[in-house]
């Protein structure tokens, strides 16, 4: 941008006249990015371990026995402490979703036995689809067992 030689000597002025109306739309279109990427980046996240990890564990004032949910294409089979309890078939909906509501009975169930145990460990077949490992992790959550880890069976 020549502005021309107007001041005295041969010098050029300093001052220059700067659109900044490209700068704050481009900023404000950065900024609703990063807000928007922060929001779905918190939202789509779960918290899961590995079974096996040297995790803290939690001191009890009693032992308390391993809950166990073994997956696989065929069947859902949860364990307690050694003793297995009742298999659950694998049903799907219209959808081709997997039916939980069979499994969101026997987390129950365990809760009333057992009202202070947050934990259970999924063992997953290599066969078992992803978001049908999703479902079972959602029902555990929502069954009171906040405390999921996932190892391979």
């Given amino acids: 941008m020549d502005l021309g030689n107007t001041a005295k000597g041969g010098k050029r002025p300093l001052d220059a006249a700067i659109n900044l109306v490209p700068f704050i739309d481009l900023m404000a279109v950065m900024i609703s990015f990063l807000i928007m990427t922060a929001v779905w980046n918190q ?87 992803y978001e049908d490992l999703v479902r079972i992790i959602d029902a555990c959550l929502g069954g009171g067992l906040p405390s999921v880890q996932v190892s391979t069976g």
Avoid: F, M, W, Y
């Fill in 43 to 129: 939202a789509g996240r779960l918290q899961v371990s590995q079974a096996g990890g040297g995790g803290a564990e939690s001191t009890a004032k009693e032992p308390d026995l391993p809950v166990t949910l073994q997956v696989s294409t065929e069947r859902l089979s949860l364990t307690i402490g050694g003793s297995v309890l009742e298999p659950i078939a694998v049903h799907r909906d219209l959808k081709g979703r997997l039916d939980v509501a069979k499994l969101q009975e026997q987390l129950r169930e365990l809760k009333l036995s057992r009202p202070d145990h947050e934990s259970i460990t999924l063992q997953a077949d290599d066969a078992v689809r």
